[in-house]
């Protein structure tokens, strides 16, 4: 296999023709640039204990970042310097002020929009580089402004002076420094954008806030940002391409925002004048927008450090190294109402006041709390977005942003209700055979979606197509109702072996790529004229029959093996077929996968995971046959894997989802040290921030072009990456339990997948982080392949952290001495971590109602749930999955297919796991 390295030529068709986004630089148009010569520009070189810096000679905008000794990386696009020097390129050192004042209207100054000579200043003690830019912010500004660099005892500092010059006081609604790191990755190859690219994650937290800035591969050190006093870190504003932005728009760059390059972005002081103009009709922000009134003759500085982090682990280490407010959400800042959540802050200053927006949406309650840290209990009532304002002594406000959903149980409940009944498709007479379907759904219009110009959205197929009926399905796995389940089994067996997939023949099992296509000479009358048909995205049958989308397998290899599981661990649940041919057509998609579609398989595949699930059934229910001829075709592309540096290559130049499924493979042979790089390149685009939104928000900023209603180039959160992210970081912490930075990534990331819920049911592409919108999206789009990472990988984990003490993630815990009894409440009570044991519990059939573990001796005493009709046996497997973790046995149970059956009574059973 040849590895794919490059953007394909379809993906800059696809961007171009999209409206509203700017498109991929084609390769000719690359080599086209790449002959320009751009003058060289001359800089001024600089150093600080932890960088090496320069500043543009003319601008005296900084134009190289590196950590100290380390020249072959920079986190700021120095190697694009030279073309981005023009006027309207932004740059960090440059300022954006929206400001009025009375009885006027606002008024828009910008450092960049068109630069003029500006004035060097006298230095000071520790000062690099001083200036008076104002003549370079435009016309009639009413302000000086003035910007140092400085050397703030080894620190680096970026530091504006705003100084009323008029005779009226001046209102600034709008402050903002653009933040312009290199996250570009046009022109450059995987190992290259993992090499030399960064990403950057905000804290939207007010005057605790901050910017991370990681490299693509992981690796330290990372870059922190962080406020001077009376820069609060209000909005993270986008700096928009110039040529989509509005006309009067000044606040813009010209680099091309795409799939290649996620664009800049403002960190944004005061927000009021854009609260009160653009983001008018959006929901509410993250934080109250404020503005800054200077009377005449007064000035206010405002302030940045530059601070490096030895590694991703480290951040909040050296936000407190640094004098930072530090919070820590246990197990993160989704918050259910049946379930207690944690809050620990620490800071220089003492907590002073805890205040929730809205009010009583949640109680913080204070607990004995030691190391340094003050502890919180908290409690969450209500629904939606919800933020709790800490003030601090010394004046400062810290926000932290949750999301309070209902209880799990209830949740899995809506969404199976809603997707096999609003989105619950019968059209007899549907020429596309989609019937019986569940499709997608605008929850604007209230009404399924069985047109749309992306024909995929439509048609079954494609993540923004399938995803609907995919997380109707993965529902089943831990949470069937029979009538779902019922449901699914229609329409897996009539719609899609009857039409998505190839039945018989040569290409049994193949998938296409959509059942919806655009056809006006065989269908005149059927197609909306409203509709955009004239885009490439209206595919003709040729193209939706394709069977080459290796993406397209997974999710219905995904229908059949929850059908094989609930055929296997239920009792009625399942009628048409048995379990041995739901399990052989799980089968027989996978193998159809490697033959059908070679080119994408080659590439980690989105709910990829769920092969290696099929292949370890395969091998349980002894189909040796199959289960050989499977293993062969995915350790050929472990092997193949193997052999690169970074193996994450997709349809895309960059992607965030192939990587779960690299890791299981890497872990299934034997391949630890790649495991281990995709471990940490996860890491690299994974955050643990106290923002629901952000915390383990894997990146996306594409996909709302092929699955959301509002098609754009945006910061996606909790988009799929989230929870699939989340599968193979769970993983990693099971094997080493030590390292809690990867179950908060990972717990984050899983809780994030299922706020895109709504109180019905109604399961969201993805939340629009744009304060323009600040939203969810209107249609399910491809949100089914996040609940599924969230299917698969709920539990409750049991761990005992050095600096906090005993916690749970995923459910309650009552502990007296050495004995600590767990109630799970996590969304499928069927998988249990404990972690000072490494034991790794899990149910396929039955639900846990409580667990006690004595930390002594290393039993666990389980309590199982009462018999029902359909599930009138528990089937019980473990293992210990750390390397010096204690094999357990069980005092209950027949084996079973690699576990245990447990007959379940009327009461409750109680199950014996002990140490040997």
Known sequence: MKPFL???????????????????????????????????????AMETPAFDLALRADTQTLAHLSPKGDAAFDFVPAAREAERAANGYVHIGDIHIRLKQAGGDWQDFSSAHLRKQITALAGGPGVLAAADITASMGEGIPLRVERRWVNDDGV??????????????????????????????????????????????????????????????????????????????????????????????????????????????????????????????????????????????????????????PSIRKIEDTLTANGRPVAVGIPGYVVPTDQTASLFLKSPSKVTGIESFPAG????????????????????????????????????????????????????????????????????????????????????????LSQDGRVWVAGMSDEGGAGAWVAATIKQLDNPDPAEVARIEELVNKTVIGHLQVAQGEHQGGVKKSLFYYDPKEFPDYYDPKINWKSWTAWPKQAADDLGRSYNYPHVAIGHWVLYRLARDNRGLVKQHDWKFYLTWAYRTSVAMMRDAPYYAEFGQMEGDVFLDILKDLKREGMTAEATEMERLMKARADHWRTMKYPFGSEMAWDSTGQPEVYAWMRYFGYQPQADVTREVILGYDP???????????????????????????????????????????????????????????????????????????????????????????????????????????????????????????????HKGHKLTVTPRDGARRRLFIAPAGLWITLEEGRIASAAYDAKSGKVTLTLDPATATAPQARLLFKTTTADGRAYETDTGTPDRGGYAIALGSGETTVTLSPR
């Open 688 to 814: 643990t921030i106290p923002s629901w939104g952000y915390n383990g928000n894997a990146r996306r900023y594409w996909d709302f072009l092929y699955g959301g209603k509002v098609s754009r180039i945006e910061r996606q959160i909790h988009h799929y990456g989230s929870a699939l992210n989340a599968v193979p970081l769970f993983d990693a912490f099971r094997q080493n339990p030590a390292d809690m930075h990867l179950l908060r990534v990972a717990y984050g990331g899983m809780m994030g997948g299922i706020t895109n819920i709504d109180q019905e049911g109604f399961g969201s592409a993805a939340f629009h982080a744009w304060p323009d919108m600040m939203k969810w999206d209107a249609i399910t789009g491809d949100y089914g392949m996040g609940f599924y990472g969230h299917a698969i990988a709920a539990a409750t984990y049991l761990v005992n952290d050095p600096r906090f003490g005993w916690l749970t993630f995923g459910g309650d815990l009552a």
């Open 361 to 448: 949406a949640l109680t913080a309650t204070a607990e004995k709390s030691g190391k340094g840290w003050a502890r919180y209990r908290i409690k969450a009532s209500g629904w939606g977005r919800a933020r709790l304002t800490v003030t601090y002594a010394d004046g400062q406000k810290q926000t932290v942003s949750y999301y309070i959903t209902k209880p799990l149980d209830q949740v899995m409940a809506d969404i199976g209700h809603f997707t096999t009944t609003k989105q619950w498709f019968e059209g007899k007479n549907d020429p596309f055979h989609r019937s019986p379907a569940i499709l997608s759904y605008d929850r604007e219009e209230n009404r399924i």
């Open 156 to 309: 680096l500092a970026m530091r504006f002076t705003l100084a009323n010059t008029g005779t009226a006081p001046v209102e600034i609604g709008g402050l903002g420094m653009p933040m312009v790191f290199d996250n570009i990755i046009r022109d450059r190859d995987l190992d290259q954008a993992h090499a030399q690219a960064s990403f950057a994650d905000p804290y939207i937290g007010r005057d605790a806030g901050y910017l991370q800035v990681t490299r693509l591969n992981g690796k330290g050190p990372a870059l922190l940002v962080l406020p001077e006093k009376g820069t609060p870190l209000e909005a993270y504003r986008p700096i928009l391409e110039k040529r989509w932005a509005p006309k009067d728009d000044i606040f813009t760059d010209k680099s091309p925002r795409s799939q290649v390059s996620e664009g800049f972005y403002d960190w944004t002081v005061a927000s009021k004048g854009f609260a009160e103009k653009e983001w008018a009709k959006a929901g509410r922000q993250w934080n109250a927008p404020t503005s800054i009134t200077l009377a005449p003759g007064e000035s206010r500085t405002i302030g940045l450090r530059f601070v490096t982090s």
């Open 6 to 44: 490059k953007p394909l030529p379809l993906v800059a068709l696809m961007l171009a023709a999209l409206p509203g986004v700017a498109p991929v630089i084609s390769a000719q148009a690359q080599e086209d640039k790449a002959k320009k010569v751009y003058p060289p520009i001359p800089k001024t």
